[in-house]
C-alpha cells in the first residue's frame, strides 16, 4: 500500500488563519497559553496586535471573544476541546449561543487519541455539549485539507461555532479542488456503497476508509460519508443511507452518547421509514486513559480492524 | 473639570426617584425579580447615562458609541427603566417585564432590546465582556470608553478576576468599572458568605485605579467618573457604596429583598415614600 502523505489539521488551521488574517482586518485570534499546540502562534507573529494571549483564563477568553465580536470583530478562540468546551461551557452559552455572537471557537486535541497525557486531556463530550447549544454550529474536518477550507467557510458565516480537530498527524484525503463544493451542514459522500454506510467525522473518517478497502476484500461495499458537519446534521444524506444502503455504523472519537451517532440515531428514529441495522461506534460512556495514540484506538476499538468486523456482523446478521 | 451644577443635579435627584418608581412598580406587576440590587444601582446609571455616556437612543448601534455592561444582570429593572426613560422603547414595556411574548427579559439579552449591549444574568462574565470590547476600540482607534456595573457578591466569581487581570495587562484605560457594594447577597452579608474586604485593596492589588465612593451622592458619582476617565494607562474601579433597597424604607438592608417582589400593601407603601421623596425634592409627585 502507497504511504500516506501526511499534515497535521492543527498546521492546516494555523495557517489559514494568517491567510484569512491578511485578507480581513476583522479577524482577530486569542488563545489560553497554548499558541505553540493550536497553532494560533502564526497568526500572533504576523499580526502580534490582532492576536490576543489571555492566559490560562480560558473563561474570560470566550467573554472578551464576545466583546470583541460586538464590535465587529471576527475572533477565533483557541485551546484543547476539553477547556474549550467543558471548562467554559456557561460562557459559551451566555455569551455566545444565546447571544448569537459571531466567535469561533477552534479546539484542538479533541478524542482520545490525545494519547499519553490520558482521561484529563481526551476530550470525549466536546460535541455533545455544543451540540446542546441553540444557534451552535458543530464541526470535525478529518483532514488538513478539509480544515483550512473550513475554517474559511468559519470566518465567512456569520454565528457562534465550534470545530474540534485532533492532536495528532493526520493522512490527507482531499486535494484542495475537492473542497470546492464543500457546504457546511452537508456530508461528503467520499466512497459509494450498497450494503452499509459507514458515518465518520473528524480523525475516524481516514479510519473508515481504510475499513472500506478491508471490507471490499470480503465482497462488502461500504458507503463512507464524510460527516464534517455534527450540527445542523444533513439529515437528507443520513435517511438516503438508510435507503440505499439498510445499514448504518457512525463513527467518531467521541463518546456514543450526545455526539455524531446519537444525532444520527435521532434522526433514523424520528424520520427513517427503512428498517435500518444500525451501531454507534465510539466511546461507550466511560473514561479512557494514558497510552499510545494506536493502542488507545485499538483498545477502545476505533480502529480498522473494528470497524470492518462491526460492519461485517451489521451486513451479515 | 467642571462639577454638576445644581439644577442638572436637582433633575437627576428627581429622576432617580422616578426610575425607583418604575422599578417598584414593575415587580409589583411582574410579581418577580430583584428589587434589593435594582435600588442601590440607580443613582450611578443615572448619573451615567445623563451626564456621563455619549450614547443616543436614536443610534444605538452607533459604532462610537460609549457602551455599559450590567454584568450584574438581575439589576434588569434599573437598566431597563433608565433606557425607557431615554427612549430606547416605549415606557409601556416596563409594565410587560417578565411575561410571555414580551421584549423584557427577566434578566438583560442583547438579540433584541434596544441598548442592551451583552446578555446578562449568569454572573462573573461582563468584565470580560468590556474587555473586548475595549480592545476592539483599541484596534480600530476609537476613543469611546466601556462601563460595567458588577455586584459586589458577583466577586466571588473566579472569572472576575481572570478579567481584572487581563484589564491591567492590557492596560485597558478605557474599561471603567463599577461595584455595587451593598454589602448583600442571597445567602446573606457578603463578609459571612464569602469575605470580600478588603474590595479597594483587591483591586488596587490587581493594577487598577480604585475610587471609593458614596454610590447614591450623584455629585460625588460624577466626579469619580471624570476622574476615572482621566486614568488613561490602567482600568479604573468604582466602588459605589450602596445600600442595597436604597429609597424604600422596609427594603433597605433587608436580604430579603434581594430576589422577592413587593405585595400589594408593600408596593403601596413603597409609593408613598417614593411620592414623598419627590415632594421633598420639589417635584410633583
Known amino acids: ?317 | 473639570m467642571e462639577s454638576l451644577d445644581e439644577n442638572t443635579l436637582k433633575k437627576l435627584e428627581i429622576l432617580a426617584v422616578d426610575i425607583r418608581k418604575h422599578i417598584v412598580e414593575m415587580l409589583y406587576k411582574a410579581k418577580s425579580g430583584h428589587p434589593g440590587g435594582s435600588l442601590s444601582a440607580v443613582d450611578a446609571l443615572v448619573t451615567l447615562y445623563y451626564t456621563i455616556m455619549k450614547q443616543n437612543p436614536k443610534k444605538p448601534d452607533d459604532p462610537n458609541r460609549d457602551r455599559f455592561i450590567l454584568s450584574k444582570g438581575h439589576a434588569a429593572p434599573a437598566l431597563y427603566s433608565v433606557l425607557a426613560e431615554q427612549g430606547y422603547f416605549s415606557k409601556k414595556e416596563l409594565n410587560r417585564l417578565r411575561r410571555v411574548n414580551c421584549m423584557l427579559q427577566g434578566h438583560p439579552v442583547c438579540l433584541y432590546i434596544p441598548g442592551i449591549e451583552a446578555s446578562t444574568g449568569s454572573l462573573g462574565h461582563g468584565l470580560s465582556f468590556a474587555n473586548g470590547v475595549a480592545l476592539a476600540g483599541r484596534l480600530d482607534k476609537k476613543t469611546y470608553h466601556v462601563y460595567v456595573m458588577l455586584g459586589d457578591g458577583e466577586t466571588d466569581e473566579g472569572q472576575v478576576w481572570e478579567a481584572a487581570a487581563a484589564a491591567s495587562h492590557y492596560r485597558l484605560g478605557n474599561v471603567i468599572a463599577m461595584i455595587d457594594r451593598n454589602f448583600l447577597q442571597i445567602d446573606g452579608n457578603t463578609e459571612d458568605v464569602l469575605q470580600l474586604e478588603n474590595v479597594a485593596d483587591r483591586w488596587k492589588a490587581f493594577g487598577w485605579h480604585v475610587l471609593e465612593i458614596d454610590g447614591h451622592d450623584i455629585t460625588e458619582i460624577y466626579d469619580a467618573f471624570h476622574e476615572a476617565k482621566a486614568i488613561t494607562n490602567k482600568p479604573s474601579m468604582i466602588v459605589l457604596n450602596t445600600v442595597k433597597g436604597k429609597g424604600v424604607s422596609y427594603m433597605e438592608n433587608n436580604v430579603d429583598f434581594h430576589g422577592v417582589p413587593p405585595n400589594e400593601m408593600e408596593y403601596n407603601l413603597a409609593m408613598e415614600e417614593l411620592d414623598l421623596m419627590k415632594e421633598k425634592l420639589g417635584a410633583s409627585a
Do not use: W
Open chain 1, 1 to 317: 500500500m502507497k504511504k500516506k502523505q501526511m499534515k497535521n489539521p492543527r498546521n492546516a488551521y494555523g495557517e489559514k488563519l494568517v491567510e484569512l488574517g491578511e485578507k480581513n482586518k476583522n479577524i482577530v485570534v486569542l488563545d489560553a497559553d497554548l499558541s505553540k499546540s493550536t497553532k494560533t502562534i502564526m497568526f500572533a507573529k504576523e499580526f502580534p496586535d490582532r492576536f490576543f494571549e489571555m492566559g490560562i483564563a480560558e473563561a474570560n477568553m470566550i467573554s472578551t471573544a464576545a466583546g470583541l465580536a460586538s464590535c465587529g470583530k471576527i475572533p477565533f478562540a483557541s485551546t484543547f476541546a476539553v477547556f474549550a468546551t467543558g471548562r467554559v461551557y456557561d460562557q459559551i452559552r451566555m455569551d455566545l449561543a444565546y447571544s448569537q455572537s459571531n466567535v469561533k471557537i477552534f479546539a484542538t486535541h479533541g478524542g482520545i487519541s490525545v494519547g499519553k497525557d490520558g482521561a484529563s486531556h481526551q476530550m470525549i463530550e466536546d460535541i455533545a455539549l455544543m451540540r446542546a447549544l441553540p444557534n451552535m454550529t458543530v464541526l470535525a474536518p478529518s483532514d488538513a485539507t478539509q480544515t483550512s477550507k473550513i475554517v474559511e467557510l468559519m470566518a465567512d458565516h456569520v454565528g457562534p461555532m465550534y470545530a474540534r480537530v485532533g492532536r495528532a498527524n493526520a493522512p490527507i484525503l482531499y486535494e484542495p479542488e475537492y473542497m470546492e463544493t464543500l457546504e457546511l451542514g452537508k456530508g461528503m459522500i467520499v466512497e459509494e456503497g450498497d450494503d452499509v454506510s459507514i458515518l465518520a467525522c473528524g480523525t475516524m473518517v481516514d479510519t473508515a476508509l481504510d475499513a472500506q478497502r478491508h471490507l471490499k476484500k470480503k465482497n462488502i461495499s461500504a458507503k463512507i460519508i464524510d460527516m464534517h458537519t455534527i450540527k445542523p446534521l444533513d439529515e437528507k444524506l443520513v435517511l438516503k443511507c438508510a435507503k440505499e444502503t439498510g445499514h448504518i455504523i457512525t463513527i467518531e472519537e467521541h463518546s456514543v452518547i450526545g455526539g455524531l451517532g446519537a444525532a444520527v440515531a435521532e434522526t433514523l428514529a424520528e424520520q427513517s421509514r427503512d428498517p435500518v441495522g444500525f451501531y454507534r461506534m465510539g466511546i461507550r460512556d466511560h473514561f479512557c486513559e494514558s497510552g499510545d495514540p494506536a493502542d488507545l484506538l485499538k483498545k477502545y476499538k476505533l480502529d480498522q480492524a473494528a470497524i470492518t468486523k462491526t460492519a461485517e456482523k451489521l451486513v451479515n446478521d
